[in-house]
C-alpha cells in the first residue's frame, strides 16, 4: 500500500461541519462525535453513582438511574468503536500495532499505573481499600475503569485478525461472545468486544437505517422494559455489576439507538450550532482526557465535600459529575499547550 495511513484510534477523529450530521466521502459524521460525547457523560456521571453507592448514600431513584445508565453507555462506546475502527481490517500489521501502541497500550500502562498507585496511597480515604500494591499486575488486572483500554486493545487486534473472513462468520462469533457472557462462561467484558466486532461489519453510511419508527419504537419498548427491571432490582437487595442479567440484554442495542437518535435530532440543521451541542461535541472529541482523569475527580470531589460536612448526596454526584467532565477537559488543554498531550496519551 502506497497511500499514507491514517489514524485508526476510534475514541478522537476529525468532526464534519455541524451543518453536515450525515456521513460523506472524506467528511465526518457529527452524530458520531455527539453521541460519543453523550456517552462520555454517562460515564461520568455512572461512576459518580457508583462511589456514591459505595459510600452507602443513594435513595432508589438514584439506583434505577445508576442501573439504566449501566445498560448502555459501554454498548455505546464499544459500537461506535466498531463503527470507526472498521478501517483497521485493509491496515497493514506494522500500521495497526504502532497506532495501537500509541493510542492504546501507552495510555494504559501509564495511567493503569497512576491509577493504581494513588489509589493505594489514597486507601484510607477511598471506598475500597488496597491492601497490597503490585504495579505488575496491571498486565493482567486491569485497574478500575482501565479495563475498557484492556478489552478495546484486544478488540482491535482481535478485528484484524478476523479480516478475511466473511460478515456472517464475524457476526457469529459476536452472537456467540455475547451469549458466553451473559452464561457467565467468559468474562463479561467479552460482550462489548461482540459488540464491537459487529458493528465494525456494518457500514457508518447505512446508520439512518436504525432511525426508521418501527426500530425506535422497539428501542423504546426495550428501555422500558429496562426502567422497570431497574426499579424491581433496585427494590431489592441490590449488588454487583449494574444492569447485566438478561432482562437487560436489549438494551446493548437499543439504548445506543436511542443516544444516537438523539444526536441526529439534536444536530438538525435548525439547532445544530447551538453552544449545548458545540459542548457536547468538545466532549465527543476529548474523550480520552476525560476518560482517563474523572475517576480520580469524582472520587476526590466526593471525598472533599464529605470531609466539608455535605452530606446531600444529589450534590455530590452533580458536582462530582461536573467537575469529572471539566477538570480534564481543562487539563488537555494545558497539556496542548505545553505539548504535553502525546507523553500523557492523550493525543
Not at 9 to 21: E, I, R
Not at 139 to 147: C, G, Q
Request: aromatic fraction near 10%.
Amino acid at each position: 500500500m502506497t497511500q499514507k495511513s491514517q489514524p485508526i484510534w476510534p475514541l478522537k477523529q476529525q468532526s464534519a461541519p455541524l451543518t453536515q450530521p450525515a456521513s460523506t466521502a472524506g467528511t465526518r459524521d457529527h452524530r458520531l462525535d455527539h453521541a460519543r460525547g453523550l456517552a462520555m457523560v454517562l460515564v461520568v456521571l455512572g461512576h459518580a453513582l457508583v462511589g456514591a453507592k459505595s459510600a452507602g448514600g443513594l435513595s432508589q431513584p438514584w439506583l434505577v438511574l445508576l442501573v439504566v445508565i449501566y445498560s448502555t453507555h459501554m454498548a455505546l462506546f464499544f459500537l461506535l468503536s466498531g463503527l470507526l475502527a472498521a478501517r483497521i481490517q485493509t491496515r497493514r500489521w506494522s500500521d495497526v500495532l504502532r497506532t495501537l501502541g500509541q493510542r492504546i497500550l501507552w495510555p494504559y500502562l501509564l495511567w493503569s499505573f497512576l491509577l493504581l498507585t494513588i489509589h493505594f496511597a489514597m486507601s484510607a480515604h477511598t471506598n475500597v481499600a488496597l491492601a497490597h500494591y503490585n504495579p505488575l499486575s496491571i498486565l493482567w488486572k486491569p485497574p478500575s475503569v482501565m479495563w475498557f483500554l484492556y478489552y478495546l486493545g484486544g478488540a482491535m487486534v482481535l478485528l484484524r485478525l478476523l479480516s478475511p473472513f466473511s460478515n456472517v462468520l464475524i457476526w457469529g462469533l459476536a452472537a456467540i461472545l455475547i451469549a458466553a457472557a451473559y452464561a457467565e462462561l467468559v468474562p463479561q467484558e467479552l460482550r462489548f468486544v461482540g459488540l464491537f466486532l459487529a458493528a465494525a461489519r456494518c457500514p457508518v453510511a447505512r446508520l439512518e437505517q436504525v432511525l426508521t419508527p418501527g426500530i425506535l419504537t422497539l428501542a423504546s419498548l426495550a428501555a422500558g422494559i429496562t426502567l422497570l427491571a431497574a426499579i424491581r432490582e433496585t427494590g431489592q437487595n441490590f449488588s454487583g455489576y449494574p444492569a447485566f442479567g438478561l432482562p437487560y440484554l436489549p438494551m446493548l442495542v437499543a439504548g445506543p439507538i436511542l443516544i444516537f437518535a438523539l444526536s441526529h435530532l439534536a444536530l438538525a440543521k435548525s439547532r445544530a450550532d447551538s453552544r449545548i451541542n458545540a459542548f457536547i461535541l468538545r466532549i465527543g472529541q476529548q474523550t480520552m482526557p476525560i476518560f482517563v482523569v474523572h475517576i480520580l475527580v469524582t472520587a476526590g470531589t466526593r471525598i472533599v465535600l464529605l470531609k466539608l460536612g455535605v452530606d446531600q448526596w444529589g450534590l455530590i454526584v452533580c458536582a462530582a459529575t461536573l467537575l469529572g467532565v471539566l477538570i480534564p477537559m481543562m487539563a488537555f488543554s494545558i497539556a496542548q499547550r505545553f505539548r504535553l498531550d502525546g507523553v500523557l496519551g492523550w493525543r
